[in-house]
């Protein structure tokens, strides 16, 4: 059964760190890319970061460069993003998701939901003093 869990969300104050993890089920992350998305109160779903199956390829949104960094175990079936110098409009629910697209090794590394359709249940993360 394909799944995907997130953890690792909670409060902190502006200026620190979270690390966020995925840890899926039912399918290898060597096939498929996995993208981080986070939606905030009364906004549209946003994509921040994804990392390809063959973890060559990464992407970042414009807002996160600089901050935030994914990266993957395959062996733990594991996808990471490290959130660094988090600020109140990081304020959001993240999502980890599954890139339809499958492929042994492909360095393909999208970041439109369109091109996603398994999702986890999302954890909160809060930036506040």
């Known amino acids: 059964q394909l799944r995907l869990v997130e953890s690792g969300g909670g409060l902190v104050q502006p200026g620190g760190s979270l690390r966020l993890s995925c840890i899926v089920s039912g399918f290898t992350l060597d096939y498929y890319a996995i993208g981080w998305f986070r939606q905030a109160p009364g906004k549209g779903r946003e994509g921040v970061s994804c990392?390809?199956?063959?973890?060559?390829?990464?992407i970042y949104a414009d807002s996160v460069q600089g901050r935030f960094t994914i990266s993957k175990d395959n062996a733990k079936n594991t996808v990471y993003l490290q959130m660094n110098s988090l600020i109140p409009e990081d304020t959001a629910v993240y999502y980890c998701?599954?890139?339809?697209?499958?492929?042994?090794?492909?360095?393909?590394?999208?970041?439109?939901?369109?091109?996603?359709?398994?999702w986890g249940q999302g954890t909160q993360v809060t930036v506040s003093s």
């Open positions: 990392i390809s199956g063959n973890g060559k390829s990464t």
């Open positions: 998701a599954r890139a339809d697209f499958r492929m042994y090794g492909s360095d393909f590394a999208p970041l439109s939901g369109s091109d996603f359709s398994s």
